[in-house]
Nanobody, 121 residues
C-alpha cells in the first residue's frame, strides 16, 4: 500500500499564497502521474493541476496562471504553489497519484485525506 499525506493548507487572506505538499510513502517503485484536486462544500470534485512523469502539466481553467505544480521524484513528493488566492479557491485540496509498488504488476490510484485551504476576503 502507498500512503499520500497532504500538508500546507491553512487560512490566508485574498491575494496571499500557500504551498501544498503531498508526501507519498510506502514501497513505491514509480509514480506515473500525480495531481491535485479540490472539493468545496456542495460542489463536485474538480481537477486543479496534474503532472506526468515527463513533467507535462495540465491545469483547471480557473487556475489562470496562478498555481504551479511540481514534483520531486527522488523524495516522492508533489507540490502545489498557489499564488493570488481568491475566496473562491476555498476548498479541501486532495492529492491523487498513480503508483506502482515494488512487487506489484500494475499501477494503482491512491488518494490522500486532503488539506483545508480557506481564503478570506
Amino acid at each position: 500500500q502507498a500512503l499520500l499525506v497532504e500538508s500546507g493548507g491553512g487560512l490566508v487572506q485574498s491575494g496571499g499564497s500557500l504551498r501544498l505538499t503531498c508526501a507519498a510513502s510506502g514501497y513505491i517503485r514509480d509514480i506515473n502521474f500525480a495531481a491535485w484536486y479540490r472539493q468545496a462544500p456542495g460542489k463536485e470534485r474538480e481537477l486543479v493541476a496534474k503532472i506526468t512523469r515527463g513533467d507535462s502539466r495540465d491545469y483547471g481553467d480557473f487556475v489562470e496562471g496562478r498555481f504551479t505544480i511540481t514534483r520531486d521524484n527522488r523524495l516522492n513528493r508533489v507540490y502545489l504553489q498557489m499564488n493570488s488566492l481568491k475566496p473562491e479557491d476555498t476548498a479541501v485540496y486532495l492529492c491523487n497519484a498513480d503508483v506502482l509498488l515494488y512487487g506489484g504488476d500494475a499501477y494503482q490510484e491512491y488518494w490522500g485525506q486532503g488539506t483545508q485551504v480557506t481564503v478570506s476576503p
